[in-house]
Structures are given as C-alpha cells and as structure tokens.
C-alpha cells in the first residue's frame, strides 16, 4: 500500500479539532474552511490508495462511509457558520461525535495496513 501516513496524520487531527471547535460552539473562522477542503484531499489521497492496494474493499468502503457522514456535519458548519450548523444539527451532537470516533476508528484500521508494506 502507498505511504499515506501523513494523509491518516491530518484526517485523525482535522476530525478530532473540528469537532472539538463545534461541540465547544466556536465560531466559524477561514482556517478551519481551509482544513475542512484540505481534509478532502486527504480523504482522496487515502481512498486511492485502498483502490490501488485492491484487496482491502470492504475497509474502502466503510472508510468512504463513515467519511461522508463528518463530511455532512462539517459541511453545515462551513456553509453556514455555527449558526447553520445548529439549525441543521443542533440536537445531533452525539450523533455527530459517533460518526466521528466511528471515522477514527477507521482510520486506526488503515493507519495498521500502512504500517505493514
């Protein structure tokens, strides 16, 4: 599998910040925007590089999943600030930080298969 330690580095940081930044009720500011596109890149970065491995598909596609949904909570934040998050996810935090540590957690599964080539 190619080297995507820095890619699992940034996504593990960007996904634990930005909900901390949320769940605390912080105020949209433009580095976390610049994180928030950054973190897609090394979303792609990860997921080529299950496509190339080929043998890990069903990892590739839970890692895909559970990146869609901090995707969704994290792109109310940006398009609206903390205010549209709230009136889209407000009531949802703990579904949130579920989707969040559920997106850790594989992170940790890939972190292992990138450690062993």
């Not at 610049?34 to 890990?56: C, K, N, P, W």
């Not at 598909?57 to 940006?78: G, I, N, S, W």
């Not at 889209?88 to 969040?100: L, Q």
């Amino acid at each position: 599998m190619l080297d995507v330690k820095k890619s699992l580095d940034r996504l593990t940081w960007n996904t634990q910040h930005h909900f901390a930044h949320i769940e605390a009720q912080h105020d949209f500011m433009r580095a976390w925007a610049i994180q928030f596109e950054l973190a897609y890149t090394d979303f792609r970065v990860v997921e080529m590089a299950l496509q190339l491995d080929g043998s890990h598909h069903d990892l590739l596609a839970a890692f895909a999943a559970a990146y869609e949904k901090v995707y969704d909570y994290e792109y109310a934040f940006v398009a609206g600030g903390l205010e549209g998050f709230n009136e889209k996810y407000g009531d949802k935090i703990e579904d949130y930080r579920a989707a969040a540590n559920d997106f850790l957690k594989l992170i940790d599964q890939v972190r292992e298969l990138n450690g062993k080539d």
